[in-house]
């Protein structure tokens, strides 16, 4: 008489069922796009910021619109890196579902913030 819960391989039907229904987290793989996003925007940001104020003769005119838009893109993308540091925590602790993504978002947002806060400790530093 056969096991009618046993499958070929030897395995329950059950977690061979739970196996193929574990997905990867969607808020994790949003973070990591987000983290990824952010961090190459912003790391191009402070090139153009860095580029614009050594070219400039006296520096950036700290009135000129092009310094507000700076200014903004860096606020966006520091935005954009919590959001995606938030999303990455969200989708660690989300039930049944994989985390590489929410692992990976959570590790670029939180390099991209030490990243940024060390260049601008950096920055105040050196002046």
């Not at 090139?47 to 966006?76: H, K, N, V, W």
């Not at 959001?83 to 049944?96: A, D, E, H, W, Y």
């Amino acid at each position: 008489m056969s096991n009618p819960y046993i499958s070929f391989d030897g395995e329950s039907p059950s977690t061979l069922h739970r196996e193929e229904a574990l997905r990867h987290s969607g808020l994790g793989i949003a973070s990591t796009i987000l983290s990824v996003f952010s961090g190459i925007s912003l790391f191009v940001v402070m090139i153009l910021a860095g580029y614009l104020e050594m070219t400039t003769p006296g520096g950036m005119d700290e009135d000129a619109p092009l310094t507000a838009i700076i200014g903004l893109a860096f606020l966006m993308m520091l935005f954009g890196i919590f959001t995606s540091l938030i999303l990455g925590f969200v989708g660690l602790f989300q039930v049944g579902r994989r985390k590489l993504f929410a692992i990976l978002g959570t590790c670029f947002s939180a390099i991209g913030l030490l990243l940024f806060g060390g260049l601008l400790l950096f920055g105040m530093l050196v002046r």
